[in-house]
Nanobody, 130 residues
């Protein structure tokens, strides 16, 4: 069973940077899982933010955050990060970390839809007042 715990959220002013972390635990081999970040703003559906492949060699960000948010992973620490810069009020949301189903092949694949992820963290709140 994979457990994911996000950290690093908070209340920040527009324009600043913030780094979220997601630590994976349980009886897992972290390198078998592609990882992703999603977010859900009040009254809106959950949306994809960024994803990274099992090896960390490929990654992808949604257009809404491209150039401002960067996903990375440290497989030695079983942790995935979301570095967020130039935060805007529209980035206010609960941010969720997700892990795919374990894969043994193609360590360059990443996933951009929620259905491709099997494990989710409880989320961490990021608030950027307008």
């Amino acid at each position: 069973q994979v457990q994911l715990i996000e950290s690093g959220g908070g209340l920040v002013q527009a324009g600043v940077s913030l780094q979220l972390a997601c630590a994976a635990s349980g009886r897992i081999t972290f390198t078998l899982y592609a990882m992703g970040w999603f977010r859900q703003a009040p009254g809106k559906e959950r949306e994809f933010v960024a994803a990274v492949s099992r090896s960390g060699s490929t990654r992808y960000s949604a257009d809404s955050v491209k150039g401002r948010f960067t996903i990375s992973r440290d497989n030695a620490k079983n942790t995935v990060y979301l570095q967020m810069s130039d935060l805007k009020p529209e980035d206010t949301a609960i941010y969720y970390c997700a892990a795919s189903r374990p894969r043994l092949y193609n360590d360059r694949v990443y996933y951009t839809t929620a259905i491709d992820y099997a494990h989710w963290g409880p989320g961490t709140q990021v608030t950027v007042p307008s």
